[in-house]
């Protein structure tokens, strides 16, 4: 049998696909269809069945450990219980456990495996508004609230998005390496900014209030839209982190589009009605746009395993070397 990661895109889902089936088995759901939706950082399948509808993820092997795992359960426990917000809602199996441990024949390893509750709604990334990103920044804040539910020593076993964490050799999502894409001007200026930012942010401390349990990938492809009512799913990354980090991953997202200075204003002045900002965390905001912007690099610098992936390192790394530019200019 042909390794795994020497599989194109398509035939490497195919095979999580049968790996996805095989899970589905326990679960006292009566399958009707699945459709893969994305081969990314996990592979997720819609699942369409008597019962209802679902999401089945399963988890890389290298990413989270199961106990990790178990700790952003407990978040999307917390928020369902509050009710405020609509979030993806783990389901439990045949044997009342909420993650399965699954392996494959032509699938290395074994495998975390979880089925959530389907969260309808619609994506708005072309027709985002202001009033829509007030909206995600109430959500954030909310979300952040109920993070403080959760015991901050099982916060540990997730990944920790600090100065180190995003910007460190040994970062959460991978270090940069050399970078190929850009000439040897623009791979100085990227690591120049990286420890200009590193600096910035070592120290950094918002206390215990400003910062716990975040998402870390809010973008817009990770809330979707009840008419004007945010919805946020993939909670994978979720780690201990600063709270504005959140809001900076929503504002690199819309980096592109005209309107992006009200949309991020907007998104920070929903965030305050709920969790009150100084007026230093808009430039504090600032540069933790450019610490996603590095991290995010180094992460689809460390994604050669996924094809999809590793065909998109040129311009993601030109696009993001562009923004940091922005950020030195004042702006970004």
Known sequence: MRPFNDLTYLGQLRRLRAMALDALERYAIRVQRVRAINHGENATFKVVADEGHYLLRIHRADYNTPEAIGVEFAWLDAIAQDGRVVAPRPIAASDGSVLQAVTHAGVPGTRSVALLAWVDGAFRCDSLSPRLLHGVGRMTAHVHELGTRIDPALVTQRPRW???????????????GDLPSLDTDGRKGFYDVRADLRERLRDYDPGPARSGLIHADLHHWNYLFDGPH????????????????????TGVAITRHRHRDALRAALLEGYSE??????DDAETVRVLRAARRVAITGWIASRADNPRIAAHVPNVTKAHAAGLREFVDGAG
Not at 162 to 176: C, E, K, M, P
Not at 230 to 249: K, M, Q, S, T
Not at 274 to 279: E, I
């Open 230 to 249: 945010p919805r946020p799913i993939d909670f994978d990354d979720c780690g201990w982190g600063f709270h504005l980090y959140d809001l900076a991953v």
């Open 274 to 279: 709920v969790r009150p900002l100084t007026t």
């Open 162 to 176: 600090d100065a180190n964490g995003l910007l460190g050799d040994d970062a959460v999502w991978g270090a940069l």
